[in-house]
């Protein structure tokens, strides 16, 4: 099937610092999403993005958090700073306009220390 | 706000003999539901989206709905080892094309050779 691609897949910092992951979506999808698992519990919505806009974002958006996909190029999630609680795995995903399947990423798992 | 659960957490079942999952939904509000599998460390695979109620079937995957009594299942036959995985049920909350997905906490299979 369609792949998304994530870029790293593993990624360890330093509270406080600034941290961007990488998304490229499906080449002709247009609704782009991103996800949080932390270990152990259940994948939950972050925020969904079309047209250089957010569509929708969940209580877990924080304002440290930021999205965007400069022309066509990386979908990005960028947390600035980081704290410990932003551990977990993103994941990214993409669907056509009609938002009827979207298709995942393998994830990154993000390390905060 | 929408939930949904998943049942049971983990389930051991003998290669060969139908496995089957459950999902409970909180309300009637959503268009389509999914089913997905997630290998340890890996990222999302999808098994089966249904829109309606009644049965669909994507090869040894089959899924009931029941918008009625809330309820989603997932029937797999002849499981392999392969199979071993994190089933999650998820539920499709779509708003102006734009949809994002409501995810249960998954149940935990092991298939048994």
């Known amino acids: 099937g369609p792949k998304v691609l994530q870029i790293p897949s593993h990624q360890i910092i330093d509270m406080g610092q600034m941290v961007t992951l990488n998304c490229d979506p499906v080449s002709n999808h247009l609704y782009f999403y991103w996800y949080k698992q932390i270990l152990g519990q259940q994948m939950e919505f972050l925020v969904n993005f079309y047209n250089g806009k957010v569509m929708e974002k969940s209580k877990l958006f924080k304002d440290q958090f930021s999205v965007e996909r400069p022309d066509g190029s990386y979908f990005t999630l960028k947390i600035q700073p980081t704290a410990l609680e932003d551990s977990a795995v993103y994941f990214c995903?993409?669907?056509?306009?009609?938002?009827?399947?979207?298709?995942f990423g393998p994830g990154t798992r993000l390390t905060v220390l | 706000q929408q939930k949904v659960q998943q049942s049971p957490e983990s389930l051991t079942v003998s290669e060969g003999a139908m496995a089957s999952l459950n999902c409970t939904f909180s309300?009637?509000?959503?268009?389509?539901f999914r089913w997905y599998r997630q290998h340890s460390g890996k990222g999302l695979e999808v098994l089966v989206s249904i829109f309606s109620d009644g049965e669909k079937e994507e090869g040894r995957f089959t899924a009931h709905l029941n918008r009625a009594s809330l309820h989603v299942s997932l029937h797999i036959r002849e499981p392999q080892p392969s199979d071993s995985a994190v089933y999650l049920c998820a539920m499709s909350i779509d708003q102006g094309g734009s949809a994002k997905l409501i995810f249960g906490e998954g149940t935990k299979l092991t298939v048994s050779s």
């Open positions: 995903a993409s669907s056509l306009p009609d938002g009827y399947e979207q298709y």
């Open positions: 309300d009637g509000t959503s268009d389509n």
